[in-house]
Nanobody, 124 residues
């Protein structure tokens, strides 16, 4: 499964961006979707995850209240709305998916497929 992430760019602190992720050539209706990010010189870290119905979302503490993960199964797309962006949000953002069941979707290893990443740069 190939995931296509888009929507990154350069924004000033306090601004907003919306990232999108869409699997190419396959529906992901029954899959859990996640967003991770990797800042320069740092390990890839969990940002947010959403279940297949969209009824449950989970966020890393650093983005709670600022980021919103959502999905449109009819459009086969998952989104990450990022508001009140901070310079420390600067990173390459990756979407990922799995159809397996786990108790913790904040771990990188549970995801089977990853997108190519989209760069978000927040200037101060």
């Amino acid at each position: 499964v190939q995931l296509q992430a888009s929507g990154g760019g350069l924004v000033q602190a306090g601004g907003s961006l919306r990232l999108s992720c869409k699997p190419l050539g396959r529906t992901f209706r029954w899959a859990v979707m996640g967003w991770f990010r990797q800042a320069p010189g740092k390990q890839r870290e969990f940002v947010a995850t959403i279940n297949w119905s969209g009824s449950n979302q989970y966020y890393v503490e650093a983005v709670k209240g600022r980021f919103t993960i959502s999905r449109d199964n009819a459009e086969n797309t998952v989104y990450l709305q990022m508001n009140s962006l901070k310079p420390e949000d600067t990173a390459v953002y990756y979407c990922a998916t799995t159809q397996n069941s786990y108790s913790d979707y904040s771990q990188r290893w549970v995801y089977d497929y990853w997108g190519q990443g989209t760069l978000v740069t927040v200037s101060s």
